[in-house]
Nanobody, 124 residues
Framework: QVQLVESGGALVQAGGSLALSCAASGRIGSMYFMGWFRQAPGKEREFVAAISWSDRTYYADSVKGRFTISRDNAKNTMSLQMNDLKPEDTAVYYC??????????????????WGQGTQVTVSS
């Protein structure tokens, strides 16, 4: 089993920045991909960003150029630096992890492990 715990969610003004963190514990050797997803009220959970064990990164078009994902395999942590935040970024942000051969990094159903979520609210 893998346990994931997010932190860093907050209320921030549009144009501001926020950094989310995800701490992992347990059988972390199975976490080839780690990713961030978000879910706004009344909407489906959507892909935000993902990073492989070898630090290849992937982003949703809506956050490309504004968000940066990173991971520290030695410390079992992952981060999401969010800049130039917009009201449409408001959502609960989830940290997730999956193995290498369990399908696309962009599909939530391919992730086996999830955190409890952290709320990000961007005011206009």
């Amino acid at each position: 089993q893998v346990q994931l715990v997010e932190s860093g969610g907050a209320l921030v003004q549009a144009g501001g920045s926020l950094a989310l963190s995800c701490a992992a514990s347990g059988r972390i050797g199975s976490m080839y991909f780690m990713g961030w997803f978000r879910q706004a009220p009344g909407k489906e959970r959507e892909f935000v960003a993902a990073i492989s064990w070898s630090d290849r990164t992937y982003y949703a078009d809506s956050v490309k150029g504004r968000f940066t994902i990173s991971r520290d395999n030695a410390k079992n942590t992952m981060s999401l630096q969010m800049n130039d935040l917009k009201p449409e970024d408001t959502a609960v942000y989830y940290c997730a992890a999956k193995g290498e051969f369990s399908g696309s990094y962009a599909r939530s159903e391919n992730y086996s492990y999830w955190g409890q979520g952290t709320q990000v609210t961007v005011s206009s």
